[in-house]
């Protein structure tokens, strides 16, 4: 079974800018979740999704955006980037239909903002 | 404000030995606890799991420990290898819900030959 998969893996940006990141679950998934990792601050937890709904979000400003389509995959979005934006966005997936399935992650996608 | 969180940032063992990795939680409504490992340049990868009505499970190579009294978690590797060395979180889940995981910092396995 394949698994997770984030496209694009590398990109760079400036100011200003925004983008939109994709995650594909590994099938039979139904949530999908996204994290930032960056040096200071660790893994911290953006937004779920399930069954095309976020669920659950974590706190960060509402320039970073989500979205879920029929067939579970992911779109993370984030607005007017700012320098501190750099990061690598992850994104897990999970059965979703209990609160203990495990999630998986991808290789994540590098985020470098100019 | 309650986080996870670890005990070591960085911890050398040598090949062979056996490694024990620490995490300390805060929030006492946490109920599922999974270890991690991130290897350079990747994603972090699922190790072991484990539900606050447990003390312990094992895996292949790799056992984790949880006391609820002192909110304490481990990770413990036998016979650590060189493909071992990455660095590892422990994360937590509360509620038994949907809510996203809270990772501790890491601790990065250095395995001397």
């Known amino acids: 079974k394949a698994g997770v998969t984030q496209t694009p893996r590398y990109l760079i940006k400036t100011r200003g800018q925004q983008v939109t990141l994709s995650c594909s679950p590994i099938?039979?998934?139904?949530?999908v979740s996204w994290y930032q990792q960056t040096p200071g601050q660790g893994l911290q937890f953006l937004f779920e999704y399930f069954s095309e709904t976020q669920r659950n979000k974590g706190n960060f400003p509402g320039r970073f955006s989500g979205r879920q389509f029929s067939n579970s995959r992911s779109e993370m979005n984030v607005s007017t980037l700012e320098l501190g934006d750099s990061a690598l966005y992850l994104c897990?997936?999970?059965?979703?239909?209990?609160?203990?399935?495990?999630?998986?992650f991808g290789p994540g996608t590098r985020l470098l903002v100019l | 404000g309650e986080s996870v969180g670890l005990h070591l940032p960085t911890l050398s063992v040598q090949e062979g030995d056996n490694s024990i990795i620490n995490c300390a939680y805060s929030?006492?409504?946490?109920?599922?606890f999974i270890w991690y490992k991130q290897e350079s340049g990747k994603g972090p990868q699922f190790i072991i799991d484990?539900?606050?009505?447990?003390d312990k499970r094992q895996g292949q190579r790799v056992t984790v420990l949880l006391n609820k009294t002192v909110k304490h978690l481990s990770l413990q590797i036998a016979a650590t290898q060189p493909g071992d060395s990455a660095v590892y979180f422990c994360?937590?889940?509360?509620?038994?819900?949907?809510?996203?995981?809270?990772f501790g910092k890491g601790t990065h396995l250095i395995i001397q030959p």
């Open positions: 929030n006492s409504a946490s109920d599922y």
């Open positions: 897990a997936s999970s059965l979703g239909t209990s609160g203990w399935g495990t999630q998986y």
């Open positions: 099938s039979g998934h139904r949530s």
């Open positions: 994360a937590e889940n509360m509620g038994g819900g949907a809510d996203g995981l809270t």
């Open positions: 484990i539900r606050s009505n447990m």
